[in-house]
């Protein structure tokens, strides 16, 4: 079969051969949409929790039970997403295993509350038990289907994800004083499997789909965000009828979210993808690019608790579960994704510089979302500023990248 030409779907049973990296048109399927999907659960129950621990005045719990139970949504997806940007053959077989990972999904979902409450990761390390033994599966079906270096590397792979999985164990026998330990120690060696994997042999993940699935993860991140926002504002609102202090922190929300997606998808990224060292780089970053997109939306619950006087903490508190995340989904797009692609001092300097100020906005107090959000929208508005210049010397920078009319074309930060 050409690399150029799409493959068949939805066989009955399929030799799980690796994909090209030139293939044309690839894209997200409806399954990985679907798989997606049950991430928003997940995501919902890590954010509940940062509100709830933020507004009780308790961040020296809440971040790190965040950080820690959104590493583990975040990695599960993250491995999925590489793997079927490799092999996905959408064949019986890779159907059901990948629903079982869903299902993984959805009963890690069930175990966040235990987990940032009591320290109790029984049920979140059973939905990461499912996931990963589906994903072994998928890993030896890879390895029966190949040979050679291609074959060990599957072996790598289906080896080191089985061995991090008895490590997460300690999370169950440890005192709560060391897991936060154990869960770093754990997250780099999970990091350093597909490294290790493919030292020798590189899989054939597709550059313009891999860039494309990150970019919907992210527009679902966005999403979650406008959720919790809009479900903060109607609460308020159905025991308050304090609309003129609500309408600043709904307006300025809207206009962080408006920006952000504004700033990640102003460039076509995956023209940067061209190794697996940038590609790792890149997609280990998301992480803050991610966790950050979904923090906001729990900032933002925060400070309409803080306005309405249903949050113990004081107005510089809730504000900055606002400015933080949202500086740090500014810095983190720019070192990851939007430096790549910048021409002049100055339009490196748009988001780093706007990152600052956000986080000077929080001495605004209650009016820091709505200050927030104008400094988000005045950064897109630079950012599409500088990206107008002559015209010929524009085509020429579109025409060598390959990308006429598309990321930067439409401007941005």
Not at 308 to 326: L, M, N
């Amino acid at each position: 079969m050409s690399e150029d030409a799409p493959r068949a779907r939805a066989g009955v049973l399929r030799r799980m051969t690796a994909r090209g990296r030139g293939e044309k048109h690839r894209a997200a399927t409806p399954l990985e949409l679907f798989f997606d999907l049950c991430f928003v659960v997940a995501v919902a129950q890590a954010g509940r929790q940062l509100v709830h621990a933020l507004a009780e005045g308790h961040p020296e719990s809440g971040i790190p039970g965040y950080l820690m139970t959104f590493f583990a949504i975040w990695w599960a997806w993250v491995n999925f997403s590489w793997f079927s940007s490799a092999y996905d053959t959408d064949d019986v077989p890779y159907r059901v295993v990948t629903l079982v990972q869903m299902a993984g999904v959805l009963i890690l979902a069930a175990g966040v509350p235990r987990a940032a409450d009591d320290g109790n990761f029984a049920v979140v390390w059973l939905g990461y038990l499912v996931m990963r033994l589906a994903l072994v599966t998928q890993w030896l079906r890879a390895a029966h289907s190949s040979t050679g270096e291609e074959r060990r590397a599957a072996l790598r792979y289906a080896a080191g994800v089985s061995l991090c999985q008895v490590g997460w164990l300690g999370l169950l026998f440890l005192p709560l004083h060391a897991r936060p330990w154990l869960f770093l120690g754990m997250a780099i060696v999970e990091m350093a499997v597909p490294a290790f994997a493919e030292h020798r042999y590189t899989t054939g993940w597709h550059p313009h789909h891999i860039a494309e699935r990150y970019g919907l993860f992210t527009i679902i991140m966005l999403g979650e965000t406008v959720l919790a926002a809009t479900t903060a504002v109607q609460s308020a609102l159905d025991e308050d009828e304090a609309l003129g202090t609500l309408l600043p922190i709904a307006g300025g929300g809207l206009l962080i979210i408006f920006a952000a997606y504004w700033i990640y998808f102003a460039v076509p990224i995956h023209l940067h993808l061209v190794s697996n060292r940038q590609a790792f780089l890149w997609g280990y970053g998301h992480y803050f690019v991610f966790g950050s997109a979904a923090a906001v939306g729990a900032g933002i619950e925060v400070a309409i608790e803080e306005t309405i006087g249903k949050a113990h903490i004081s107005a510089f508190a809730a504000a900055s579960a606002v400015t933080v995340p949202t500086a740090l989904f500014m810095f983190s797009v720019w070192a990851i994704h939007s430096r790549h692609h910048k021409r002049t001092l100055a339009q490196q300097l748009v988001l780093p510089v706007s990152a600052v100020l956000v986080l000077a906005c929080t001495f605004a107090g209650r009016a820091a979302v709505l200050l927030t959000g104008l400094v988000a929208a005045a950064t897109v508005a630079v950012g599409v500023a500088l990206s107008v210049g002559p015209p010929a010397g524009r085509q020429g920078a579109r025409a060598a990248a390959g990308t006429e009319g598309v990321g930067e074309g439409a401007g941005g930060a």
